[in-house]
């Protein structure tokens, strides 16, 4: 929203006062404007600072992806143990994937899949917590919130809130999921939601023409107090008066239309929801963004995981084989990490209701692209799934990657509100097959 306040009400013949001249929208009951909000994220990125032109696209497959029928189908054990659904030979000779991802499979000289990604925490919220933050917190399985920053909003903070060439906000929100907040870095820091309001902000709700009329009128309006205002004040304001109005109708704003994307792209994604979803992600990063989560669910498969596989994995195959060619037709290949991953793994034998129960001791995690190495499988699993059979890959491993590919200090330290440095990354160490 466009507005700098007055205490003045003088109304024009059209009934609008001085206080709508600019107005477009409002950030939420509480009065929160576009402006205001620009000016907040502005405060929160001064101790910010860019140190790398790279992104992160977060593909969350919320509710415990099975590792098994995903990316390692096993299909040499034991019938109760190996996928349900067999496996598709990739372009990458000698790895298999679960067999619904035929598209992913002659793209998978461009990822990588770990088989050895695991931690201890089998409930939904504290594997979340874990894997979204680096820390365990059982606390979450409970419904407690987050205790520890995500890696969004470690980005947030250290790169600052917004771009200081686009404007845009450094970390994007496509899809909610437990421990993607700031925890206690500060509101600042949270994800620019777009299902929330802040992003209606940025649809104009009058025309261009009359949006500039009003600009120029509040102008007019305004000279004589710029003159009288000798504090700095009004400088101060109508900088970021500006900057949202640039915001507004610039290509900033465009950035989050999908619709104008070239036919040829939209077409190799699609009309499903998350293939729409990786489209403006890819979109975001392009413009400047820095992190961007996306949620996709229906991953909690207790039981006939086979059908279930089927109807939940194919949007997912279509979605990111799309967004991997994408990125590599552009060139971003080494500018864009994706990364694939869930709460934790599901148990590798195939219980009574021909489903997988939670089973963290071996999780799910794919890669392409931040300039890391593909082509390849990190990892060893056991001979059933069961357990990494190589040095199992961490929550802190994955962390302290992506924090290599976002140019973050892996001794990065911030104060927890009792004032005591904390470190971001606490024994992680960049996974070494990649780099």
């Known amino acids: 929203m466009l507005n700098l306040w007055s205490k003045r009400t003088r109304t024009a013949c059209d009934g609008s006062s001085r206080r709508d001249f600019l107005k477009v929208g409002a950030l939420g009951m509480g009065g929160l404007l576009l402006s205001d909000l620009l000016r907040f994220r502005a405060a929160a990125s001064e101790a910010g600072r860019q140190t790398r032109n790279t992104s992160v696209v977060w593909l969350w497959l919320g509710g415990g992806p099975t590792h098994v029928e995903t990316f390692d189908p096993k299909m040499s054990a034991p019938a109760e143990f190996r996928s349900t659904i067999g496996a598709v030979q990739t372009n990458v000779p000698g790895v298999e994937l679960g067999g619904v ?7 998978a000289d461009k990822m990588a899949f770990v088989r050895s990604f695991a931690h201890n925490n089998s409930g939904h919220g504290g594997g979340t917590h874990w894997v979204m933050t680096g820390y365990d917190f059982p606390p979450a399985d409970n419904g407690m919130g987050q205790n520890k920053p995500g890696i969004g909003s470690i980005m947030s903070r250290h790169r600052g809130a917004n771009n200081p060439a686009t404007g845009l906000p450094n970390y994007v929100r496509l899809g909610g999921i437990l421990g993607d907040g700031p925890s206690w870095l500060g509101s600042a820091f949270s994800p620019f939601d777009t299902a929330g309001n802040a992003r209606n902000n940025m649809n104009l709700q009058v025309t261009l023409d009359r949006l500039n009329e009003r600009r120029d009128l509040l102008r007019s309006f305004d000279t004589l107090s710029r003159d009288i205002d000798r504090t700095g004040l009004m400088q101060g304001l109508d900088s970021f008066e500006s900057q949202a109005h640039q915001l507004l109708v610039s290509r900033a704003r465009e950035v ?28 975001l990063c392009e413009a400047g963004v820095g992190f961007v989560t996306i949620h996709y669910g229906g991953w909690d498969m207790h039981g006939n995981i086979a059908q279930s596989m089927r109807q939940t994995a194919p949007p997912v195959d279509h979605a990111v ?3 991997v060619q994408d990125v590599h037709q552009r060139g971003l290949e080494n500018d864009i990490l994706l990364v694939i991953t869930g709460e934790f793994g599901r148990t590798p034998r195939i219980n009574g209701g021909a489903g997988r129960d939670h089973w963290a001791p071996l999780s799910t995690l794919a890669l392409s692209g931040g300039g890391l190495r593909m082509g390849q499988v990190v990892g060893e699993s056991s001979s ?5 059979r190589t040095t ?4 802190q491993d994955l962390m302290a990657t992506v924090f290599q590919v976002l140019g973050i200090p892996q001794d990065l330290h911030y104060n927890d509100p009792s004032g005591r440095p904390t470190p971001m990354v606490n024994g992680g160490r960049v996974i070494r097959e990649l780099v």
């Not at 991802?101 to 793209?107: E, P, S």
């Not at 036919?263 to 990786?278: E, V």
């Not at 059933?384 to 990494?388: Q, S, T």
């Open 256 to 283: 989050f239309d999908v619709t104008r994307e070239e036919p040829r792209t939209r077409d190799l994604y699609g009309t499903n929801g998350l293939a729409q979803q990786m489209l403006l992600a890819r979109r």
């Open 101 to 107: 991802f035929t598209r992913m499979a002659r793209v």
């Open 321 to 323: 084989s799309a967004f």
């Open 392 to 395: 199992p890959i961490t929550p």
């Open 384 to 388: 059933k799934a069961e357990v990494p």
